[in-house]
């Protein structure tokens, strides 16, 4: 499967949305490159609500590739990252990806389905 594209400038929407999609399709190494454009390119302000996110999804990139422990490291860095933004940036369920990511960190033991674990980004 090809790479997204790099350093393409999205509105936040549009990164959430094509992020979303990308999960659900199972490709979180694809979503991750989505939001680390945004962490890239969005307002300093942002830029460790998109890292956290990034991370996230490269997270569960590790934990369908079987790598366990550095997958749960990164779904716990996300999540912390994340952690800080509890005003719902752009309707993004920081709480409930918080959650998700320190309930799949923990139960990681072997390759798991990135689709059937892809977690909501809104509820």
Known sequence: MERQPEGVVRTPDETVREAQRLLDAGMPFHAHEVLEDAWKSGPEEERELWRGLA????????????????????????????????????GIDVEGLGAWARSLAARLGGPVDPAAEAPRLRD
Do not use: C, E, W
């Open 55 to 90: 991370q996230l999804a490269v997270g569960l990139t590790h934990g369908a590739r079987g790598n366990s422990a550095g997958g749960a490291r990164l779904l716990l860095r996300g999540a912390d990252r994340i952690g800080a933004f509890t005003h719902r940036p752009y």
